[in-house]
């Protein structure tokens, strides 16, 4: 029981980091006034180019603190990239956001599917890795892991709440997605705050594709995706009111659901419990539960939801 309860812990921690990574990063694009629902597919761009800096580096002498830098680098890399097609197409052209995101996430996968095709010859749709550079197991229990994200993610969720709410920079981002006339009546320059809100959404979905893949599995399928984990931290970061030390709390309870999906078998044995698929308990029922609950809480919650007042809303210079 005791081994079970730590898998289910270690678990936790994986996907609670995923999950806060993007939902943070939805939350710093939506503070800006731009909606960013094409976090499912920037994880998987960013994840895409991430991996295949890991995959490529191994076995070729590079120390390893090298790969790890070089490995989050061109997940980062990767998000900002594929980000900046939704702030150009959205800010600079004023294209319906919503729009813009559902092709953002139908394009990603279509793309990486395409390419992880071509560098294996049309033979395979799967990235092979190491991924005990980021892993470490407490007193050698294969039943609990720490990996390196976990304290990547603690620091990312202060300095989130530092820089939105007592630095200039947040000051400024949050003023263009609640007023962005007045924000400009100042000297702020609107496009560029939403830029860099897009960007920083598109870092930290790369970042979170990696929290997710890269612990829980050796080889990652194109053809999967990120499981819908970019849809479930748009949930996270609305039920989250888009403040980030709320998401962190939040993130940690979409994830305990997430967790026992792969860990309910064994904690109900140890209970002496009896599950099976003919009496309807599988890993499928408890991996829908947070994407229902979800759904639950935006219904009742949605009323009382304060989003930015902006967001959605292309900015046009001329009409202050």
């Given at each position: 029981m005791d081994n079970q309860i730590l898998l289910l812990i270690s678990y936790m921690l994986t996907f609670c980091i995923s999950l806060m990574f993007v939902a943070l990063g939805g939350m710093f694009s939506e503070r800006s006034g731009v909606i960013n629902i094409g976090l499912e597919g920037i994880m998987v761009v960013g994840g895409f180019f991430g991996?295949?800096?890991?995959?490529?580096?191994?076995?070729?002498?590079?120390?390893?603190?090298?790969?790890v830098i070089l490995t989050i680098l061109?997940?980062?890399?990767?998000?900002?990239i594929?980000?900046?097609?939704?702030?150009?197409v959205c800010v600079q052209f004023k294209a319906d956001q919503t729009l813009v995101g559902t092709a953002l996430n139908l394009i990603a996968t279509a793309v990486t599917l395409t390419a992880t095709k071509?560098?294996?010859?049309?033979?395979?749709?799967?990235?092979?890795?190491?991924s005990s550079l980021f892993i470490y197991h407490p007193g050698g229990n294969p039943n609990f892991s720490i990996n390196l994200f976990l304290f990547i993610g603690i620091i990312v969720l202060i300095?989130?709440?530092?820089?939105?709410?007592?630095?200039?920079?947040?000051?400024?981002?949050?003023?263009?997605?609640?007023?962005?006339?007045?924000?400009?009546?100042?000297?702020?320059?609107?496009?560029?705050?939403?830029?860099?809100?897009?960007?920083?959404?598109?870092?930290?979905?790369?970042?979170?594709?990696l929290a997710y893949i890269i612990p829980t599995t050796s080889?990652?399928?194109?053809?999967?995706?990120?499981?819908?984990?970019?849809f479930l931290a748009l949930a996270i970061m609305i039920f989250g009111q888009w403040k980030p030390l709320r998401i962190g709390i939040i993130s940690v309870f979409f994830s305990f659901f997430l967790s026992l999906s792969y860990v309910y078998f064994g904690i109900f044995s140890a209970l002496g419990i009896t599950v099976s698929a003919e009496n309807g308990v599988t890993s499928e029922l408890f991996r829908i539960i947070p994407f229902l609950v979800s759904l639950i809480v935006l219904i009742f919650s949605s009323k009382k939801s304060r989003a930015p007042k902006a967001e959605g809303i292309p900015y046009d210079k001329s009409s202050r």
């Open positions: 991996l295949l800096t890991l995959s490529g580096l191994s076995n070729t002498g590079t120390p390893g603190f090298i790969i061109a997940a980062i890399i990767g998000g900002m594929y980000s900046l097609l939704l702030a150009v071509k560098m294996s010859g049309g033979a395979a749709t799967t990235i092979n890795y190491d300095i989130s709440a530092f820089v939105l709410y007592k630095l200039r920079f947040g000051l400024r981002l949050r003023s263009c997605g609640e007023n962005p006339s007045a924000a400009d009546s100042v000297g702020i320059n609107v496009k560029k705050y939403r830029y860099a809100g897009v960007l920083i959404s598109g870092a930290l979905g790369g970042l979170g594709a080889t990652w399928n194109a053809s999967t995706g990120v499981a819908g984990f970019g």
